[in-house]
T-cell receptor, first 116, second 114 residues
Framework: NAGVTQTPKFQVLKTGQSMTLQCAQD?????MYWYRQDPGMGLRLIYY???????DKGEVPNGYNVSRLNKREFSLRLESAAPSQTSVYFC???????????????FGEGSWLTVV | GENVEQHPSTLSVQEGDSAVIKCTYS??????FPWYKQELGKRPQLIID?????GEKKDQRIAVTLNKTAKHFSLHITETQPEDSAVYFC?????????????FGKGTLLTVNP
């Protein structure tokens, strides 16, 4: 059982380049999330998908786009990378809406992105 | 939206001492409060959680308390060990709602000195 897998693990981009972070979960979860983690800022939600076919902005969506490709996969795209997007990105998933119990959010291993 | 404040940002204790981390939340509708532990270079992992219908929950050396009236909750670690050294995050959410998402505090770096 792999849980939440995300790729790539490390990436260096030049300012203005584009890239897509891929994420997949095998737990049959409804909800998926993208967070970014910066020193002293905690985990901030970029976008989330409460269920297949829906996406919503989180706290820091500017400069990003997402696609919920199917129930398993949720990708994050940087259209024109900026140095301010240098961060660690975590994909996560949970059973999601309507579940009062057993709704733990599980994280992937993270993707370290540097924009120069 | 929900806002979660976490204190202290850093905490250093001697092995065997207790550690307490405190969080406050703003949305009175929040009903689910997990705590995550993140070791250096690793993913955050759930260590304990509490729901709003419970005032306290324990799991071996770890306990969490919740005061709904004051909108704050705390993590207590007793008999700390060096392997407890990590960043701890509190979070709050409305579980059971149509858009389930966690809002995190900014984290506490706990260092346990041997």
């Amino acid at each position: 059982n792999a849980g939440v897998t995300q790729t790539p693990k490390f990436q260096v981009l030049k300012t203005g380049q584009s890239m897509t972070l891929q994420c997949a979960q095998d737990m049959n979860h409804n909800s998926m999330y993208w967070y970014r983690q910066d020193p002293g800022m905690g985990l901030r939600l970029i976008y989330y998908s409460a269920s297949e076919g829906t996406t919503d902005k989180g706290e820091v969506p500017n400069g990003y786009n997402v696609s919920r490709l199917n129930k398993r996969e949720f990708s994050l795209r940087l259209e024109s990378a900026a140095p301010s997007q240098t961060s660690v990105y975590f994909c996560a998933s949970a059973r999601g809406q309507g579940y009062v119990s057993g709704n733990t959010i599980y994280f992937g291993e993270g993707s370290w992105l540097t924009v120069v | 939206g929900e806002n979660v404040e976490q204190h202290p940002s850093t905490l250093s204790v001697q092995e065997g001492d207790s550690a307490v981390i405190k969080c406050t939340y703003s949305d009175s509708a929040s009903n689910y409060f997990p705590w995550y532990k993140q070791e250096l270079g690793k993913r955050p992992q759930l260590i304990i959680d509490i729901r709003s219908n419970v005032g306290e929950k324990k799991d071996q050396r770890i306990a969490v308390t919740l005061n709904k009236t004051a909108k704050h909750f705390s993590l207590h670690i007793t008999e700390t060990q060096p392997e407890d050294s990590a960043v701890y995050f509190c979070a709050a959410s409305i579980s059971g709602g149509s858009n389930y998402k966690l809002t995190f505090g900014k984290g506490t770096l706990l260092t346990v000195n041997p």
